[in-house]
């Protein structure tokens, strides 16, 4: 019976994180797309009128980007996306009784609904937080290459120069902690919800605002 | 049995329940009844702790629960009570079907293969057909929410039911079905029942025992026949459902 159980919340865990994934997947593309390009156009022209020539900007837009701004983005897009949605449909469950209703069934509310959330945004963070970095990269290659002239190649190899693993498990590492985070703060905003609808109301937007400045 | 020995609950400054003493015997059926917002709710919440008494004791099976910390414990307790929520509390993101078996994967072996059976026979037992199993709880009138909520507690076969108003909300020949399943359960599976309700109707028909909650106490226990008998004027009020009397008298001076 214990394994039927895990089966079971198994089946939620990867129903979270797919829905946790796709929710958030196009504007996290997008909203780093444009972060990349912003980077870059500053970047150049800083280095562009103290050099004479943009040069690095491929590394600085990589490095920003899978350091601290991919991550950041990310957890601000999935908390305002995935996280106010988790925290909206939990507090529902806690207004309407649904909550006291699975105590009465046999489980309770971490195990059925928490759990595999988290399993969800710990999963699927990273994942994004790749894909943002991959969609700031090429934002910061069109800008790059279009309005300021840098040849592509150079774009190119710049990425990989001064890039170790080390900066690249800086930024997996704090995906995670993100991830963990806005799992933790949505989960618990919802199952504390009381007061009707506006209580629900007043508690995603807690939610996605107790986020933020992280 | 179930004993609630000087029960209180307080919400912040409310004192909802202030000193409940009640003993619910073993295969009967014990109805609670009591003005709207005078803790019905609450009290049978509290039973299994889906709220936490201020004070007191819940005694089951000779042991005190109302302190009980480990959710593991407390949930080994649980599963031999069932629960009828008052709004039904259906879960809104599964269908009618999933939400009658919901309970079978944690609280029972039940295999898969049987899920549809037990749908149709607990559907058919408050009075509904199968068809309805595909639908959405938003789908459903509020009669039949308390209904499908209904065969989602009987689909695992609790000793104990605790019923928030089962017909509220139902029309008067589907309340007395509902009446009768009550009866029904008692009579042949030795089904344990606490009802609150507010249909006297009901009340007189099934109740072995009934408890008038008042001011956050039971103000008179007794069968049925007492009730009809006594001369307690708050009691007689509220049985004849009369506006006039000292219950009204007491709201206006509040
Ligand atoms: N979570 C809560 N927080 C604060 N007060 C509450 C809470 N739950 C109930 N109360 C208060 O406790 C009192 C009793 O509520 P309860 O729901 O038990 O009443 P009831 O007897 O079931 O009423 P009804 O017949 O209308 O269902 C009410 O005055 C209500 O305002
Ligand atoms: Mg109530």
């Given amino acids: 019976m214990l394994l039927l159980a895990v089966r079971f919340e198994f089946k939620q865990a990867v129903e979270q994180s797919v829905t946790i994934g796709v929710e958030s997947f196009g504007v996290t593309a997008l909203t780093s797309f444009f972060t990349g390009m912003v980077l870059a156009l500053q970047a150049g022209n800083t280095i562009d009128s103290i050099f004479g020539d943009p040069i690095f900007v491929g590394t600085i837009v990589t490095f920003s980007l899978i350091r601290e701004l991919g991550p950041v983005l990310t957890s601000v897009v999935v908390s305002g996306r995935a996280g106010a949605a988790v925290t909206a449909q939990i507090g529902t469950m806690a207004v309407t009784e649904q909550i006291d209703a699975l105590y009465t069934l046999g489980t309770n509310p971490i195990r059925y609904l928490v759990i ?43 990425i990989t120069s001064f890039m170790g693993a080390k900066d690249f498990m800086h930024g997996f590492i704090k995906s995670f902690a993100f991830a963990f985070m806005v799992g933790t703060v949505c989960c618990y905003k919802g199952i504390s919800t009381r007061g009707g609808a506006e209580g629900v109301g007043k508690s995603t937007t807690g939610a996605v605002v107790t986020t933020m400045p992280f | 049995m179930i004993e609630i020995i000087n029960l209180q609950k307080d919400f912040g400054e409310k004192k909802v329940l202030k000193k409940v003493n009640l003993k619910i015997e073993e295969g009967k059926v014990t109805c609670i ?46 599963r031999h009570f069932g629960y009828l929520f008052q709004e039904g509390a259906l879960f809104d993101s599964m269908t009618v079907g999933e939400n009658v078996t919901f309970g079978l994967k944690y609280l029972t072996n039940v295999p898969e293969s049987d899920y549809p059976k037990i749908i149709k026979e607990k559907l058919a037992l408050v009075g509904l057909t199968e068809d309805v199993a595909k639908l959405n709880p938003s789908e459903l009138s509020g009669g039949m929410k308390k209904r499908v909520s209904l065969a989602r507690v009987l689909a695992v076969n609790p000793k104990v039911i605790l019923y ?14 509902i009446s009768d399943l009550i009866l029904d359960l008692k009579a042949k599976l030795g089904v344990t029942s606490v009802v609150i309700t507010h249909d006297m109707h009901s009340a007189f028909k099934i109740a072995d025992y009934i408890a008038f909650l008042y001011e956050g106490q039971i103000l008179l226990y007794g069968t049925p026949e007492e009730f009809r008998k006594t001369d307690n004027p708050y009691v007689k009020q509220f049985v004849a459902g009369s506006s006039h009397g000292p219950i009204q008298m007491k709201l206006m001076k509040d």
Avoid: H, Q
């Fill in chain 2, 33 to 78: 009844l009591g003005g709207s917002g005078s803790g019905k709710s609450t009290l049978i919440k509290c039973l299994i702790r889906l709220e936490d008494p201020t004070d007191g004791k819940i005694i089951v099976n000779g042991k005190d629960i109302s302190r009980l910390k480990s959710e593991i414990k407390m949930a080994a307790i649980r």
């Fill in chain 1, 116 to 158: 595999p959330r988290m399993v969800g945004f710990v999963f699927t963070m990273p994942i994004l937080t790749l894909f943002s970095n991959l969609f700031g990269v090429l934002g910061g290659y069109f800008v790059a290459v279009y309005a300021l002239g840098v040849p592509g190649e150079i774009y190119m190899t710049d």
């Fill in chain 2, 164 to 177: 928030d108003e089962p017909t509220t909300g139902l029309d008067p020949i589907m309340s007395d079905i």
